[in-house]
């Protein structure tokens, strides 16, 4: 046989079975999951939507979340940074050097904890506008300062030192507060600190 007619035979037979021979298929696939491949494989427009809006919603709600904790966090430990200072500066240095170890130890988480409560128990709306005085007391005044409300400017709690003689054992430091809600007449307990038998220097010196 000549060549161009074999060629011409080979051109015809594949033109004739062009889209017959079909892959074979496993006998033991089910339509449902060849479905489930297909549809995997070429997702729709629509699910591709659905599964961006649901990621952007997880992430704003995430967003929103990690604001709300970090802004509460920021302003509780800017509000406890303030009253450490101003505690430190009521203080003074002479009796600072002495007792600023124990007062950090013993005095400190407990002001920490009261601070705490007080800003939980005023509420998400409220907290915010808490702030601490910044004029302790000199001399042998008790003030160590106020917590009071920025929106009417008054006090919400008081925290004092006050300094006590007692026979047989000397000087001691007496930490406590005072709350707006029996008139600051409750005294409401912090903690001791024992200073010496001899008289203490005067606050702030």
Do not use: C
Request: proline share 6%; hydrophobic share 35%.
């Amino acid at each position: 046989m000549k060549l161009w007619m074999r060629k011409t035979i080979v051109i015809l037979i594949a033109i004739m079975t062009l889209g017959m021979y079909v892959p074979p298929v496993s006998p033991n696939a089910e339509p449902s999951e060849n479905k489930d491949i297909s549809s995997a494989s070429n997702p729709t427009d629509k699910d591709e939507f659905t599964k961006v809006a649901e990621i952007e919603d997880h992430e704003s709600a995430f967003d929103d979340l990690m604001f709300d904790s970090g802004d509460e966090y920021d302003y509780l430990d800017s509000l406890l940074m303030k009253a450490q200072e101003q505690t430190i500066t009521k203080l003074g240095p002479k009796i600072a050097s002495q007792i600023e170890d124990e007062f950090t130890v013993n005095i400190f988480p407990v002001m920490e904890e009261i601070l705490t409560t007080m800003i939980e128990d005023a509420g998400k709306d409220a907290a915010p506008y808490f702030a601490i005085t910044e004029s302790p007391s000199s001399g042998i005044g008790e003030r160590i300062f106020n917590v009071y409300d920025e929106r009417n400017k008054k006090d919400v709690a008081k925290f004092h030192v006050r300094r006590e003689n007692r026979p047989l054992e000397g000087y001691w430091f007496n930490f406590h507060y005072h709350l707006y809600e029996d008139n600051f007449e409750k005294h409401y307990e912090i903690g001791d600190i024992y200073w010496d038998k001899n008289t203490p220097p005067k606050w702030m010196s």
